[in-house]
């Protein structure tokens, strides 16, 4: 008999499968039929910073005195909080796994207090996203790493709901700032944000979006840095985002070290029957092999493998392989 049940982040989950915060978790109607339809636990819509500070600026006209326009800004950033707090309070009600809240920040002065109300309007845990390019000229090196830290651990001075930290995969040495999440307070962390795909449109001349959805060559990312992570920093949890898009994926993410998977553009693309296919294949395989439980497998195959070369690590294959013939 197959246990699909799991711990991510201090969360008992039934199953490995978290949908992320997406257009797929914004109601708690939505989120409702995805717990009814087999998700482990709901990453809520993030509520971003930068679009409460850019709807305010759309919004300030050049002749109110700067008071009006700061009295505007912390109206609409309010209105915003308060719509979110209601989001996981009704999500709560009619959901019987985790819910977690999520913001996109890039700093902490505006978050300290909401990240408490979070907590009090009953979210299981806290996801933090921190996504942005670092293309300033005058950058200074590791700044960008000790931003992730500073606002981990204000938040964590704060709450006491467990808090997740989703990277993104713009980091030069992504274990190093994970073995300091651990050391400040994090439960878990997500390899990796998505970021907006660019593309250009050649007839127009313009600046378009690009691929939305991600791609199942997607996932050697996360894998590799799983793999490498869980090995050298095996007191947190990880969850895989990005390329899951099959149900061997969720096999391959745990094997690398994951305790869970974080989809959603598998959802979008085969609706919630991709959970419902992703956890029977995961219990046949699991039955097929001899494993009763995730823990028996979870990190079989990372960096710690003792089978000799750590293929997580291969920058020159070609000269590994070229041997051979």
């Known amino acids: 008999m197959t246990d699909l049940k799991t711990t991510f982040a201090g969360l008992s989950l039934r199953n490995p499968i978290i949908i992320s915060s997406s257009g797929l ?49 912390e109206y609409i950033r309010e209105h915003k909080l308060s719509e979110y707090l209601t989001l996981i309070k009704e999500s709560k009600k009619v959901c019987d796994i985790p819910i977690i809240a999520s913001i ?17 309007a009953g979210a299981d845990a806290l996801e933090i996203n921190i996504l942005a390019l670092q ?3 005058q950058y200074t090196y590791g ?19 467990p808090v997740i930290m989703k990277l993104g995969d713009n980091l030069t040495n992504p274990v190093a700032l994970i073995d ?6 994090a439960a878990a962390v997500v390899l990796f944000n998505r970021f907006y795909q660019p593309d250009i449109n050649i007839e127009k001349m313009e600046h378009a979006s690009g691929e939305v959805f991600s791609k199942p060559s997607d996932l ?24 899951v898009s099959t149900p061997e994926a969720v096999v391959k993410a745990i ?30 395989w699991m039955e097929r092999k001899g494993f009763s439980s995730i ?5 079989k195959l990372n960096a710690a493998d003792i089978q000799g070369i750590n293929m997580f690590e291969r920058t020159q294959f070609l000269k590994y392989f070229g041997k051979k013939g």
């Not at 700044?143 to 709901?161: A, M, N, P, W, Y």
């Not at 300091?180 to 307070?185: R, V």
Request: aromatic share 10%.
């Open 135 to 137: 293309s300033d000229v």
């Open 104 to 120: 996109n920040c890039y700093t902490d002065s505006e978050w300290i207090d909401f990240a408490k109300q979070i907590e009090e």
């Open 255 to 284: 094997l690398a070290g994951a305790s869970a998977v974080e989809v959603c553009s598998a959802v979008y693309l085969k609706t919630n029957a991709f959970i419902g296919e992703a956890t029977a294949f995961l219990a046949s």
């Open 25 to 73: 978790t914004n109601n708690a109607g939505k989120n409702k039929r995805l717990a009814e339809d087999g998700a482990g636990a709901i990453v809520l819509k993030s509520l971003f910073e930068e679009q409460i500070t850019m709807e305010a600026e759309q919004l300030k006209d050049p002749v109110y005195f700067p008071e009006g326009s700061d009295y505007l800004e």
């Open 220 to 243: 050697s990312t996360p894998l590799r840095w799983i793999g490498i992570a869980s090995a050298s920093v095996d007191k947190i949890d990880y969850a895989a985002s990005g390329g």
């Open 143 to 161: 700044s960008f790493e000790q931003r992730h830290i500073d606002i981990l651990r204000h938040i964590k001075k704060t709450v006491g709901i």
């Open 180 to 185: 300091q999440l651990y050391a400040n307070g």
């Open 295 to 299: 823990s028996q497998f979870k990190g």
